[in-house]
């Protein structure tokens, strides 16, 4: 709450605000993106632990599917409010009442470039068709939610106009939509405040990401008495998105002291659900969620979290269920090895850790990323520890594909036995993969918690990229990467490097 003093001198900020959550409506709208009824519930359930007020389970109108998912998860009696989007027009509010939700979210544009160019309507035709729509769907029994679609590119007057007249006819709250992310904070703000006095509704604010503005013209609603927020899980949504819920929630609860009902801890769990369903995937470097968010890699700035993690870290990775990172390469200092080294079991002295560093850093400059299985190799072969001490190595992998799937066979040398199986799978990769578990469940047990593979260069020298979270007998979880050009391999390399981690610490006793 670094800022709730400072901003209460110019403003009234609330206790707390309420989330209402599009990512199944505004966010399944993303191109390219759809998602299955049981897709959707799964990700309904996710949010309701993660805590939002309000879930937008979908448009109802558009698809069957649409009303089957929203119907479904009405039936899930989940603790958020659910809601779905129609026209101002009745047989949409019918379609939307009869799967079952609580809100009905209503929407008209009001911009003169909507109502001519696609509403071909005058203003006053808007009005009445607002109204008309909220007296209906009031008498059918639900909460009703108006948004003013292109608000922030409406006349002021007008907008003022339409918002009361949706007040007036019964409208519980009104939003004010920033359809194409044509607004700016100090807009914002003023928008809101009018829009509160002249109503004494709940006012909300859905904010697109067109300008890179979503998150800041959030914040600023809140600033002048919003109490509804829209975002989706990741900012995904129309074009460059929507607000971003984790931003928003940690913004609004690190920066300025306002509450949400958000479980902060479920926010990486729900982050990654929801790229896995809908296969939009997280920029590295996305504040929060993004893979980077909490790693380090620069010598000056490692050494700083060594020393205390507030010194480059304005919220610990926990709090949004996620763990630092310590990453090496050519801007690393000689802390990040001697870290590194430590958690893989490797002891030396400086001289030899310099020698790794300065390995490390010569790849970093012909442009070749370290993970944890290099960096134990390096560090290997400079202390004249041969590979054959390796806990787990791979002996042989033979993957044959063809248009149906794979089939991998592995062979691992586990202690001093050698341990051989087989396994298909839709790719070489996930065959492989599967194969390695196989062998190594019958020695110990290992549960894959998460993995992802992702190709880092598009070049005909293309790059992969693994990462593991893995648990040995239920331990607590470990990470393991790898690096280089086959996925299998790469995929496998990881798998072998969390498990050795795991086993490592679980006999010195170590953390994650
Ligand atoms: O962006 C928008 O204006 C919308 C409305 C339906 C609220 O998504
Ligand atoms: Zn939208």
């Known amino acids: ?149 292109d608000a922030t590119r409406t006349g002021y007057d007008f907008l003022m106009r339409a918002l009361k007249t949706a007040a007036d006819t019964g409208a519980d709250s009104l939003d004010i939509p920033d359809t194409v992310g044509f607004a700016v904070p100090t807009a914002i703000r003023r928008i809101v405040s009018s829009a509160k006095r002249l109503t004494g509704k709940p006012i909300a604010v859905h904010c697109h990401d067109d300008m890179g503005l979503a998150v800041a013209n959030s914040l600023s609603a809140v600033e002048a008495g919003a109490e509804i927020i829209h975002a989706t899980v990741n900012g995904i949504g129309e074009r460059a998105g929507n607000a971003s819920l984790e931003e928003i929630v940690v913004a609004l609860h690190t920066l300025y002291g306002v509450k949400t009902g958000i479980n902060l801890q479920e926010i990486y769990k729900t982050s990654k659900l929801v790229a896995k369903l809908t296969g939009v995937w997280i920029p590295k470097n996305k504040a929060i969620v993004g893979e980077n968010a909490f790693a380090h890699e620069s010598g000056i700035h490692v050494h700083g979290i060594l020393g205390s993690p507030e010194t480059y870290e304005p919220i610990a990775p926990g709090l949004v269920g996620r763990r630092r990172k310590i990453v090496v390469g050519k801007h690393s200092g000689i802390h990040s090895i001697d870290f590194l080294l430590k958690e893989h079991g490797l002891y030396m002295d400086r001289a030899k850790a310099k020698e790794v560093l300065e390995k490390v850093k010569s790849l970093g400059d012909m442009g070749v990323r370290v993970p944890d299985a290099e960096l134990k190799t390096i560090a290997e072969e400079v202390i004249g520890k041969s590979k054959g001490n390796r806990l787990i190595s791979l002996k042989e992998l033979e993957v044959t594909s063809n248009t149906n799937g794979a089939t991998a066979r592995i062979s691992l040398e586990i202690g001093d036995e050698i341990v051989t199986a087989m396994s298909l799978g839709h790719s070489p990769a996930i065959a492989s993969l599967s194969a390695l578990m196989n062998a190594i469940s019958s020695k110990m047990n290992v549960k894959l918690i998460d993995f992802r593979i992702d190709a880092t260069s598009y070049s005909p020298d293309l790059t992969c990229e693994a990462e593991v979270v893995l648990t040995i007998d239920d331990s607590s979880e470990f990470v393991g990467e790898a690096v280089g050009h086959d996925p299998a391999f790469v995929i496998i390399t990881a798998v072998i490097a969390g498990i050795e981690r795991a086993m490592l610490y679980s006999v010195g006793g170590g953390a994650t």
């Not at 209402?20 to 390219?32: C, I, K, V």
């Not at 069957?64 to 929203?70: C, S």
């Not at 047989?91 to 009001?110: S, Y």
């Open 1 to 149: 709450m670094a800022w709730r003093k400072i901003l209460s001198e110019d403003y009234n900020l609330p206790e707390r605000v309420s989330i209402f959550d599009t990512t199944l409506r505004d966010g399944e709208q993303t191109p390219g993106v759809a998602l299955t009824p049981e897709e959707k519930m799964e990700i309904a359930i996710q949010l309701d632990k993660l805590g939002v007020d309000v879930i937008e389970a979908g448009f109802p109108i558009t698809s069957r599917g649409e009303w089957k998912a929203v119907s479904e998860i009405c039936k899930l009696g989940l603790s958020a409010k659910i809601c779905a989007l129609a026209r101002c027009e009745k047989n949409d509010i019918d379609v939307a009442v009869d799967a079952g939700v609580e809100w009905v979210h209503v929407f008209l544009a009001t911009s003169d470039i909507h109502l001519k160019h696609k509403l071909r309507m005058t203003r006053e035709q808007a009005l009445e068709k607002i109204s008309e729509a909220i007296e209906y769907a009031k008498s059918r029994g639900v909460i009703v939610h108006y948004s003013a679609e």
